[in-house]
């Protein structure tokens, strides 16, 4: 049996427009996300084939492609409830305020991750996350799905840069796509997973 599985969406492929097009929505979730949901379940496999025959010689492929497509797994699981077709605006209480005090207030930590997420040489994502170490918020920008992320963080609020996420609608034009997902957040889901992690912390 499958141990991961492909969530469905809360909303329509077509209610996240004008900023997300359906058929990128559409695309995305059930090409994109579906591929990696079926990746990390045959890479499952495949390690559980290893560990029976004892032959670990494959064993260096098989954990970085289990990391990729679990952490995409994972984002994009974040990514679509973070987003809402009555999102928007900004979040006020506990969040409101660690942003002012680990983030410099909110006009510059939407500065930070804009600029996180435009930023990603090739694919990545921006990442608003809880590190609970120091007990901070911090923002972290992702390569490919699972690169350049600090252990033990817990990610909150996700925004997507890879070409697949905007190209069809945007072109070439990353920042005007980073601008629009702004209009989708829905900050009941990102204080949800901000109390969530302070307090597994
Ligand atoms: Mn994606």
Known sequence: MALYTLPDLEYDYGSLEPAMSGDILELHHSKHHAAYVK????TLDRLAEARDSGDFSGLVGLEKTMAFNLSGHVLHSI???????????RPDGEL???IDEHL????????QLSAATTGV????????SWEPLAGRLMIEQVYDHHGNVGQGSTPLLVFDAW????YLQYRNVRPDYVQR?????????????????????
């Open 121 to 128: 040489q090739g694919s990545g994502w921006g990442v608003l």
């Open 96 to 98: 409101a305020a660690a």
């Open 181 to 201: 997902l702004w209009d989708l957040v829905d900050w009941r889901d990102v204080t949800a997973r901000f109390d969530a992690a302070r307090s597994a912390a």
């Open 39 to 42: 990746g990390a379940n045959d």
């Open 79 to 89: 990514f679509w409830n973070n987003l809402s077709p009555d999102g928007g605006g």
């Open 104 to 111: 410099g207030g909110f006009d510059t930590f939407a500065a």
């Open 163 to 166: 070409e697949h996420a905007y």
